[in-house]
């Protein structure tokens, strides 16, 4: 219950993040990935600001292995850097860069009740759905 | 050169919004012990594990609840949505398949991985922001012939 609680919260607290930085907004975002164009640094600065509050709290949970409400701390396994990785974030990129959309703000956005991003959040659960249908189908072959 | 579009650049609402977000993944992480990846909590609901469904969920809802509230109290800032369709499609299905099988997006790696200072992360986020500089320099630049 608290541990459902704690994860509506965080999705809160995340949500009015994205809409106070103004990367819920798609032009936003496009201005900052537009480096030979108005180049806008907001973003620079959201993903600075995060990383600020997130350092300090990421050296304190890797020294934890419970976290304060009592579940187990569940940090990546420093993993590998291979081909999925760099072919993934690139396809992802290539999508970001199409519509200025990247995840957290496409759930926002349709929170917001647009349109269009209910139409690209669609297809990118139907991406999810097909990228686990392809690795079902290798998993069998 | 780069040239900065200064009307257009909001440093303090940046640097503010970008505070609440880490506030959210520290809280994530140290109150539940995960990490505040959007695309791997809303993947991990297509292939649905026992005990693993209702956290999942109300994360993904306290998203969609974030600008519903806002609107009870403020007017909600611009979301401006200028691609098309047939465009939202492709950019959600790249960003869809692109994501699980990196392993994650800008909040996952862009913002808690950089956090926690791993070297898979900072390589995600390089080849994800390069990938969309180079997207936006050819729709924006070389297609429009602009």
Known sequence: ?141 | MIEIAWENFTPWSALAGGIIIGLSAAGFILLNGRIAGISGILGGLLVPQKRDVLWRIAFLAGMLAAPLLWMMTAELPAIEIKASYPVLMVAGLLVGIGTRYGSGCTSGHGVCGLSRLSPRSLVATLTFMVAGFVTVFIIRHLMTGA
Not at chain 1, 24 to 39: S, T, Y
Not at chain 1, 63 to 70: A, D, E, V, W
Not at chain 1, 87 to 111: D, E, H, M, Q, R
Request: glycine share 18%; with cysteine.
């Open chain 1, 1 to 141: 219950m608290k541990f459902n609680l704690a994860s509506f919260g965080a999705g809160l607290l995340f949500g009015f993040g994205l809409l106070v930085s103004g990367m819920a907004n798609p032009e936003k975002v496009l201005g900052f990935l537009d480096i030979a164009g108005q180049w806008d640094p907001s973003l620079a600065l959201v993903m600075g600001g995060a990383i600020l509050v997130g350092l300090f709290a990421f050296t304190v949970a890797k020294k934890r292995t419970i976290s304060f409400l009592g579940f187990d701390m569940r940090l990546p396994a420093s993993g590998r850097l291979d081909k999925r990785l760099v072919v993934g974030s690139l396809v992802f990129g290539a999508g970001w860069g199409l519509a200025g959309f990247c995840p957290g703000p496409g759930l926002v956005a349709l929170g917001a009740g647009k349109s269009g991003a209910l139409v690209f959040v669609a297809a990118m659960v139907a991406g999810m759905g097909l990228f686990e249908v392809i690795e079902k189908h290798r998993a069998t072959k």
